[in-house]
């Protein structure tokens, strides 16, 4: 038997769990996670299979009964009160914010651009689409899975039937990226789970393997069934002159190219779907994730009659977001969860709390001492009306286990504090700040700071991803050839989560209206402020719109400084007016002199 070795990666913060670190062979056991170590499962992936697995067991009060697969059924007797997915669900909460906006870059007019027409219709159709799919729900199954997990994945498609994109969560343990030299973008990835035995069906154990493939455009195929009655797909046209799908073109080295609407140059990439099956009895040990025997495998039929074998989907890029929970360490892909540096603490309070059950017994039915009964015979068992005959000099005492128990539970909640401090929780944040103890506003900032650098490390994180998503959804209706968007280009967008933590509403206001009086800050910008500090405001142009529209002081004041009635009626949203109509007649004033230039020989006299 070699010497275990010293193993620092991605997992390592679970090293200290034998059931993840097995002291006789070092990796995960086996017994617990024996799907980690199915034939088809890359070695490189056995330890993230099994830390999910992990972490899954804390978030679901399950660490005691996996640590009993190895430690036996002494290791499922602790208290577990549900404090590691309370702490998953707060953080999850602080990232999301209180709400979720889609902003289009060009949407909102500043010192410097103006509002584009079709950036707005673009994100009045990106917040259509986003209520159809349940967007803001989706984002909740994706990040409470970051948080909890370390990574979550998003995956889109273009639904004929219902024109739009499709987007679904995928549990990161389905997931198997085929990395490259770079390690950030996979130009393959493939989703993979086994399907269990069904007797009455008569189905066999399978696998179960989606792949994305991002390679050289081909010549156009077609779906056909083999003289085994197998589905397949087949090139069409001669294999010296094959068939080219419409629209492509090749050049003098028989590369394919391809011109997509939202790109200015041909790209010679496009992406294919495969989605197929395999009896596990065929496996071999051989065979991993991204090398089985492509003559066993069962392709799916999709509704239209495609068969989904390297189906060309008619974009150049995957249309899969990997969602990380913390920005990957250098050469890193995948991301942290949120609890890795405190399981040790988690595991500290579930054994505080087993302890402080065990003590509460003998504190609510205490243990009794009774000397000098009369009979000697009487039963000693306490319950209310009991009473004991004692002889002279008879004694009863009472073991008094209050104390430890206070101690006990001191020990709880000094290791719940413990925990909350290095998760960069602060206790307003989860709800458990007296807010008396809170002397000022000021006081209240200042406990958050932690939580506001663990927020903007972790937004930091997703912002680009996001990104992605908005922009393959993008790519998804143009290429879908929704009527809609015909002609449009992909816009920059963003998904912009809000305020997380109490706001003072008038303290906001009062240092937005100063530094606006002061001509600090633009309108967009104080309602910008405004808006993250809680202020019911939904669309900064839109409130811009209405307060312009009654803004008449300041629009006097911009028809004297340049004299223009069409801007002055632009910035009031008034339509321009229409220079067939007559303007109306102004009619002159008094042409003697003032009153108090009368001639003298009125003086004295009544006027009017």
Known sequence: MGLRQFLVDAWGWLNFKPVFADPTTGGPHRRAFPGAYSTWVPDEDVRRLAAYTVLAAYDGGQAGELAEVRDGPQARERREYGDPAAFVDAITSDVLGDEQRIVVDGTEEDDTTTEDEEARAVQEDLLVWAEEELLAMRMQQAERKAVGLGDAVYRLAWEPDKRRPVIRVVDPGFYFPVLGDDGEFPSRVHFAWELPEDTRRGLKPRLRRITYELAPIRPATASETDRRGRSRRTVIGDEDDPQLVAGDSADEDGRIWRQYAWNEEPSALTCYLTDATWLLEDLERANDIDNLPV??????????????????????????????????????????????????????????????????????????????????????????????????????????????????????????????????????????????????????????????????????????????????????????????????????????????????????????????????????????????????????????????????????????????????????????????????????????????????????????
């Open 295 to 608: 003559g066993k495998a069962a392709y799916a039929v999709r509704g239209d009659g495609e068969v989904l074998n390297a189906l060309d989907l008619l974009i150049d890029f995957i249309p899969v977001i990997h969602l990380p929970n913390t920005v990957p360490a250098a050469e890193e892909y995948w991301g942290k969860a949120s609890l890795a540096s405190v399981l040790q603490v988690l595991d500290e309070l579930a054994a505080s709390d087993t302890d402080a059950a065990r003590a509460s017994a003998t504190t609510g039915i205490p243990i009794l001492s009774v000397s000098g009964l009369q009979d000697g015979r009487a039963s000693v068992q306490v319950e209310p009306g009991t009473v004991f005959r004692l002889a002279d000099g008879g004694r009863m005492d009472v073991v008094n286990t209050a104390p430890q128990l206070a101690q006990l539970l001191s020990t709880v909640e000094t290791l719940r504090d413990r925990a909350a401090v290095n998760l960069r929780l602060p206790a307003v944040a989860l709800g458990t700040q007296d807010p008396a103890q809170l002397p000022s506003g000021y006081a209240l900032k200042i406990s958050l700071g932690p939580l506001d650098k663990l927020v903007a490390s972790m937004r930091l994180a997703r912002r680009h991803k996001y990104q992605l998503l908005l922009r393959f959804a993008q790519r998804l209706f143009i290429a879908g050839q929704h009527p809609d968007w015909v002609g449009r280009s992909v816009h920059q967008a963003n998904i912009v989560m809000g305020a997380y933590t109490p706001t003072d509403r008038m303290g906001v206001l009062e240092e937005v209206s100063t530094a606006y009086a002061a001509r600090l800050i633009s309108l967009e910008t104080a309602l910008r402020m405004l808006a993250e500090g809680g202020w019911p405001i939904n669309d900064v142009s839109v409130e811009i719109d209405r307060i312009q529209s009654r803004a008449f002081d300041q629009a006097a004041e911009l028809a004297d400084a340049t004299g223009d009635a069409a801007a002055v009626r632009d910035y009031l949203g008034l339509a321009p007016a229409d220079p067939a109509t007559t303007p109306a007649p102004v009619l002159p004033g008094p042409t003697g002199p003032p009153q108090d230039e009368q001639p003298a020989d009125n003086a004295g006299q009544p006027t009017g």
